[in-house]
């Protein structure tokens, strides 16, 4: 059984939604790696810009659950557009996150 984990400001257990996120990512890593090996077997002109497509997509969503985890662990305030800065602005959108969630670097 697993331990139940109460976060301060949430009065609930969050142990089934983190569950939940972590088991999307790993999906998503393993969807990812499926694509990367069909992509050897296919011939086809449209194989490579079908496998960017493909994986950027999958970047995307692992970017949303990835900032929703990171806020709900460091206590920030997480919004939807906050994918967009990992997605678009790569490091200095995580630059980004961390000042509006509130972190320093360990520097």
Do not use: C
């Not at 939604?17 to 694509?35: A, R």
């Amino acid at each position: 059984m697993i331990e139940q984990r109460k976060f301060e400001g949430y009065p609930y257990d969050m142990t089934a939604w983190g569950q939940e996120k972590v088991e999307s990512l790993i999906k998503d890593v393993i969807f990812s790696l499926n694509l990367l090996d069909e992509n050897e077997s296919r011939t086809d002109e449209f194989k490579d810009s079908d496998l960017k497509h493909n994986i950027r997509k999958k970047f995307e969503g692992m970017a949303y659950n990835l900032t929703k985890l990171y806020a709900f662990f460091v206590d920030g305030q997480w919004e939807t557009v906050d994918r967009e800065y990992i997605v678009k602005e790569r490091e200095n959108g995580l630059d980004k996150i961390k000042k509006l969630y509130g972190i320093k670097d360990k520097n």
